[in-house]
């Protein structure tokens, strides 16, 4: 499936007027230089010089990943963590954004799970993927629905394995389409963030004059619930804790 | 090469200060080729001190009417130095000809006795022209300490320059190298003049070599073809950087002398007060280029691994420790040492060590410029840390070079070296990793946890998703092409099931087909077979609307079915006729015009549409 999905990105590009773009000697050098300061050890520069391609429009999977290689041997944790959720959605099957991805998720206290195993096992299937990729398999298997109902169409319903096929096929269907669908609505309702201040203090309201009521320390994933001025309404789903941080301590995957 | 230039200053500064505790006497007489009667001028000259006391000796000259010309002081600005010298001079007139010897002029100072060179001079007789020559000055070098001098005209390209005042020459120690083996590039300023200012050195151009001086620059005095001459001899070590012909482009050096054109003979005169003020004559002197053969390093027997590097090379390597714990830092360093061009060295390849982190490796060299040759020694320090325990070793290092001298390459080795590494206090902590020693697989043990590194091999595009058409479109297109399929297989079904409606729906399609195939043969004025073709268009069209055969049917079976079908009289007469005109055509002996024929067309396509609206109407009802 995956081979079908980078088949099918690669002819889209091809026939995009942008496959004719070349990355500019510029931006190649930056990128060099980028990479020889990862090397060197110097990662401030690093960040600088993924930053500056990002800014002239070269954002994909890739520039993410090294973004966060440079910030988390920078020890920036919860900054490392974004990156690499904003890779892993430009480029969801790559194995090295999820092994890093994990890597530092593991630096992060994660409050226990109380859920049994079979609640754990369904929660990480349904997340397993994301909202377009299963849309994606979803139209995959309508295309096959579809040549099996033509062919029923042109052999005029003849054939009980024909039939059968296309009864799976349509079964199938409506699976994924209802996966594809829940998912994209969650996505589209639910926004996550990720803690990028070492501590980062929830207050009650959005304000400093409100209390302060928990920390949430870097690299946590949250909830975003909302946003006013300059502060974020973040919520703990495990926890059931809410509360209201800067702005710039969390940073939204959108 | 400002380095250079310093040098030099540095040098005739410090010859000068040498210089300035004795006292040097010279003697010149001009010209040194007279006739009987004619004046020469003697000059003695007495430069470091000037406090002396009475005079210098004159030889026994019973050959010459000698006549005192006076005592003159002068100062001159030299190599930065004030230098004063005392000038006595005397009017010499030969008495007869012949060659005759001047003897030694002597001065006593300080309890030594300093003394001039002989000249010699040539008298011609009376009235007769002699050739002048240039005036001799042989310097008189005081005992000291100062540079030992090369054989007298041994030095490479002096003896055409036999005779000048200054001038200076650039020679190399030999002239086919390969790539970065070193020449010796020697310069030397030869000057037997009075210079009154510093010289102005001009280094030539080395574009294409790295170059390294070599001080310090010597001094001394060389004698050529009779005439003693002071020289500054400046070495510099040249490494070619690239193989081909290489030129290294003269050198110049400006000196400020004394003004010699506008000298008038004036054997009284002094001209101390000329040369002060007037400033002197600026000389430009030149040296030759010279072309070197530059050499590629051979290819043939290169190792795989070669460095590089060229020259006559000695390697070591060592640990700063021989036991350290997990996680401690430990420096390895490689020292290369020995004689070519330190600097550009090349690095080492460190073998894969297993068991250690790697840092990165920085490098230092020390060069060292002795007799002419440049040595030193290259240092490449690389940290690494031990991650497990026990005994690590590192694998011997080798290193290949090429060796100019031997024209061959060189392999050096050191054998492999060992660290005792203890466990540590505390799990080796590296940036973002973390330790583990629990076994994942067969055979598998996981060291240091840690991220993947950077993403190298990709292209920077963009990332574009996909736009909201293509899911729209991909989703929609497979049903309204299975509705297509429907449609299609549906009327398929009704066409194979009714062969009259099959017909009827074809019968226009076939008709306008034989009427374009009649109107192809109009043009080419076939009208027998224009008017079959017309003819056939009308029966097939009507014939398969009526449901009647083809071949079978006849002009009166059809105009009966039109009647019974209600059609116009006037339009079913037409058919009729234009049925026959065409019977008529076919068969008569004689032509059809043109005109006539495309009318008949024309009325053909009208009958067509016509009858095709009666026939459908008639089919609804």
């Known amino acids: 499936m995956r081979r079908i999905f980078i088949l099918a990105g690669s002819l889209f590009w091809l026939v995009s007027p ?13 990128l060099a230089g980028a990479r020889a300061a990862f090397d060197s050890g110097d990662y401030a520069r690093a960040v600088a010089d993924y930053h500056w391609l990002l800014d002239q429009g070269w954002e994909n999977a890739e520039l993410y990943y090294n973004l966060g290689n440079a910030e988390f041997k920078q020890h920036h944790l919860g900054r490392a963590i974004a990156y690499y959720r904003w890779a892993l959605k430009k480029s969801p099957f790559d194995d090295d954004i999820r092994y890093n991805l994990r890597h530092v998720r593991s630096f992060v206290r994660q409050p226990p799970d109380r859920s049994g195993p079979l609640a754990r096992l369904g929660r990480d299937l349904f997340n397993r993927f994301s909202g377009p990729i299963l849309a994606g398999v979803a139209w995959i298997v309508f295309l096959i629905l579809a040549i099996l109902t033509g062919s029923l169409i042109i052999t005029r319903g003849r054939g009980d394995a024909l039939r059968w096929f296309a009864g799976t096929a349509g079964v199938f269907f409506l699976f994924f389409a209802a996966w594809a669908s829940v998912r994209l609505i969650i996505e589209k309702k639910v926004c996550w963030g990720v803690v990028v201040a070492v501590q980062a203090e929830a207050r009650n309201g959005p304000g400093p004059e409100y209390q302060v009521g928990f920390t949430v320390p870097e690299g946590r994933e949250v909830r975003i619930l909302g946003r006013e001025k300059e502060w974020t309404a973040i919520g703990l789903p495990r926890e059931g804790y809410k509360g209201w941080v800067l702005a710039q301590e969390v940073w939204a995957d959108r | 090469m400002r380095k250079i230039m310093g040098s030099i200053i540095l040098c005739a500064l410090t010859a000068s200060a040498a210089w300035a505790q004795e006292i040097s006497i010279s003697a010149m007489a001009n010209p040194q080729q007279a006739a009987v009667g004619q004046h020469i001028r003697l000059v003695v000259t007495i430069e470091g001190k000037v406090n002396l006391k009475g005079s210098p000796r004159l030889p026994d000259m019973p050959e010459f009417q000698v006549y005192e010309g006076g005592r003159s002081s002068n100062f001159s600005f030299v190599n930065g130095k004030i230098s004063s010298a005392l000038k006595f001079t005397y009017v010499l007139v030969p008495k007869g000809t012949g060659n005759f010897t001047i003897g030694p002029v002597q001065i006593d100072h300080a309890g030594r006795t300093y003394s001039t060179q002989p000249i010699q001079i040539q008298v011609g007789s009376s009235g007769r022209a002699v050739q002048p020559s240039r005036p001799s000055r042989p310097p008189v070098v005081p005992p000291g300490p100062r540079a030992k001098p090369p054989k007298t005209d041994t030095l490479p390209g002096t003896s055409r320059y036999a005779g000048k005042g200054a001038f200076i020459t650039t020679s190399v120690d030999h002239r086919r190298v390969y790539v970065n083996e070193p020449v010796i590039l020697t310069f030397r300023f030869f000057s037997r003049i009075r210079l009154l200012s510093q010289p102005q050195y001009q280094p030539p151009d080395t574009s294409g070599f790295w170059a390294e001086d070599l001080p310090p620059q010597r001094n001394y005095n ?8 002071q020289v500054i001899e400046i070495k510099t070590a040249l490494f070619p950087t690239t193989a081909g012909k290489l030129t290294i482009s003269p050198a110049t050096l400006v000196v400020q002398t004394r003004d010699f054109r506008r000298r008038s003979f004036d054997p009284l005169g002094d001209d101390f007060f000329r040369d002060f003020f007037s400033g002197g004559q600026q000389v430009k002197l030149s040296s030759d280029p010279i072309n070197l053969e530059v050499k590629p390093i051979p290819r043939e027997g290169r190792p795989k691994e070669f460095s590089g590097t060229v020259g006559q090379w000695s390697l070591s390597a060592k640990l700063d420790r021989k036991q350290a714990k997990v996680g401690e830092a430990v420096t390895m360093e490689i020292r290369i040492f020995g004689e070519g061009n330190v600097k550009s060295v090349g690095k080492p390849r460190i073998p894969v060590l297993k068991g250690f982190k790697v840092y990165e490796t920085v490098s230092s060299s020390e060069v060292q410029k002795q007799k002419g040759r440049v040595k030193g020694v290259k240092i490449y320090r690389t940290l690494i840390r031990p991650e497990v325990t026990g005994k690590l070793t590192i ?19 050191v054998p492999s070296l060992s660290l005792e590494v203890l466990p540590g206090k505390t799990q080796p902590v590296v940036v973002g990793s973390r330790s583990t020693s629990e076994p994942v697989g067969p055979g598998v043990k996981v060291v240091a946890e840690d991220i993947r590194y950077l993403k190298t091999n990709f292209s920077l595009k963009p990332f574009r998703p996909w736009p909201a058409w293509i899911w729209i479109a991909g989703f929609l297109l497979p049903p309204i092409g299975l509705g297509a399929l429907w449609f299609w297989q549906r009327r398929q079904d009704q066409l194979a099931s009714d062969p009259r409606y099959a017909r009827r729906l074809k019968a226009e399609q076939s008709a306008r087909r034989v009427l374009r195939q009649a109107r192809t043969q109009r043009l080419r004025r076939d009208s027998k077979a224009f008017y079959a073709s017309l003819s056939q268009a009308l029966t097939w069209y009507l014939a398969d609307h009526l449901g009647i055969s083809r071949s079978g049917s006849t002009k009166r079976e059809i105009v009966q079915k ?18 026959d005109e065409c019977d008529f055509a076919r068969f008569a002996p004689s032509g059809r015009k043109d005109a006539e024929m495309e009318r008949q067309e024309q009325e053909a396509e009208d009958l067509l549409v016509k009858l095709g609206r009666i026939l459908s109407k008639e089919r609804k009802v």
């Open chain 2, 222 to 229: 060389v004698r050529i073809q009779g005439q003693e001459y």
């Open chain 2, 395 to 413: 694998p011997p290092i080798i290193y290949n070079y090429f060796n100019p001298g031997k024209r061959r390459f060189e392999k050096l080795e």
């Open chain 2, 562 to 579: 039109l009647h019974d079908i209600g059609a116009e009289e006037i339009m079913v007469e037409k058919l009729a006729n234009l049925f």
């Open chain 1, 18 to 30: 942008l496959a004719a773009e070349g990355p500019a000697d510029e931006s190649g050098q930056k």
